[in-house]
């Protein structure tokens, strides 16, 4: 299993940004995807899931209307469009597949002015 993820940066409040996850040595289409995060100094959260079939999404609370999840079978890929960014949203992104305890390096994202 591998998994790359990228599309981090240092952005300010209110911007936005698209986190992309490329995924190989699994099978794709049989597992739900997330994106996790682990703030500075603390441990890692779940930000939102995807089902199997791309017809159902759920959201931390913290980030419900800001995040959209969303998944290409046929690229193997997820992306997380992070809109109205916030200063709690800083931390190192991860993406994994549920069930699958393999994780990517992650991809920063800094929100500061």
């Known amino acids: 299993v591998h998994i790359v993820e990228s599309g981090g940066g240092l952005v300010q409040p209110g911007g936005s940004l698209r986190l992309s996850c490329t995924t190989s040595g699994f099978l794709f289409t049989e597992y739900a995807m997330a994106w996790y995060r682990q703030p500075p100094g603390k441990g890692r959260e779940l930000v939102a899931t995807?089902?199997?079939?791309?017809?159902?999404?759920e959201y931390t609370s913290s980030v419900k209307g800001r995040f959209a999840i969303s998944r290409d079978d046929v690229q193997r890929t997820i992306s997380l469009q992070m809109d109205n960014l916030l200063p709690e949203d800083t931390a190192v992104y991860f993406c994994?597949?549920?069930?699958?305890?393999?994780w990517g390096q992650g991809t920063q994202v800094t929100v500061s002015s």
């Open positions: 994994g597949a549920v069930g699958i305890d393999v």
């Open positions: 995807i089902r199997r079939a791309g017809d159902y999404s």
